[in-house]
């Protein structure tokens, strides 16, 4: 079964700075979708990016980026400039492209991210 | 544009009453729907899914059922809540074969007391 591990409960960042969020996961699979998503405190889930396995490039939205290394399973989040509204949760999540389970997300557990002023 | 809307925003009751949340989405057609529930400080936990009209699949067998009467309705029901029912709900769709990602609604928080 695919499970996605974020290792970082929570983490901290300047406003302006850098921050990059981890995420690793398991699958036999070769063709699937990683993601992002944002879950600020109003707990709605926002989708900030989203990566395809089969493609090399990685993936950028704005401030948003992702390094994604298909060989070491590696999927982390990089936030530049950060805002005093990226302050959130954000989950990590896996899809895989086939099977019984139609797009299914497999979830981490969450980083909670918090942005000094 | 799309919009995926669920009610109540927020519920409270107590145990042993039955429960029925609701989400609707508009402005797509046969979408593929999912109920998570989201515990205190935790992930979320798929409940359950659908990919059309009367079909349901169960991720994760308990006291909660779900039912879709019609194309872009999704509802979780139970017939008596247990306190460990609490939780924050939500509605998800995905346009289906071909994109994987999923578009949330704003939830429904549940305490059962």
């Known amino acids: 079964a695919q499970t996605v591990t974020q290792s970082q409960p929570e983490m901290s960042v300047q406003e302006a700075e850098t921050v990059t969020l981890s995420c690793t996961y398991d699958?036999?699979?070769?063709?699937?979708?990683l993601f992002w998503y944002k879950q600020p405190p109003s707990r709605q889930m926002i989708l900030v990016i989203r990566?395809?396995?089969?493609?090399?490039q990685n993936a950028t939205e704005n401030r948003f980026s992702v390094n994604f290394q298909k060989a070491a399973k590696s999927f982390s989040l990089k936030i530049s400039d950060s805002q005093l509204g990226d302050a959130a949760m954000y989950f990590c999540a896996y899809s895989q492209t086939y099977g019984g389970s139609q797009g299914n997300l497999i979830f981490g557990k969450g980083t909670k991210l918090s942005v000094k002023p | 544009s799309q919009t995926i809307h669920q009610w109540p925003a927020t519920l409270v009751q107590p145990v042993g009453s039955p429960l029925s949340l609701e989400c609707t989405v508009e402005?797509?057609?046969?979408?593929?729907l999912y109920w998570y529930r989201q515990a205190a400080g935790r992930g979320l936990q798929l409940l359950f899914y659908?990919?059309?009209?009367?079909?349901i699949s169960s991720e994760v067998p308990q006291n909660l059922s779900a039912s879709r009467p019609q194309d872009r309705q999704f509802i979780l029901s139970s017939k008596k809540l247990l306190l460990s029912d609490s939780g924050f709900y939500l509605c998800?769709?995905?346009?289906?074969?071909?994109?994987?990602?999923?578009?949330f609604g704003p939830g429904t928080r549940l305490t059962v007391t």
């Open positions: 402005g797509t057609s046969n979408p593929n």
């Open positions: 699958t036999s699979e070769s063709d699937y979708y």
């Open positions: 990566q395809e396995a089969y493609k090399q």
């Open positions: 659908s990919v059309g009209i009367g079909q």
């Open positions: 998800a769709w995905c346009p289906g074969t071909g994109i994987y990602e999923q578009y």
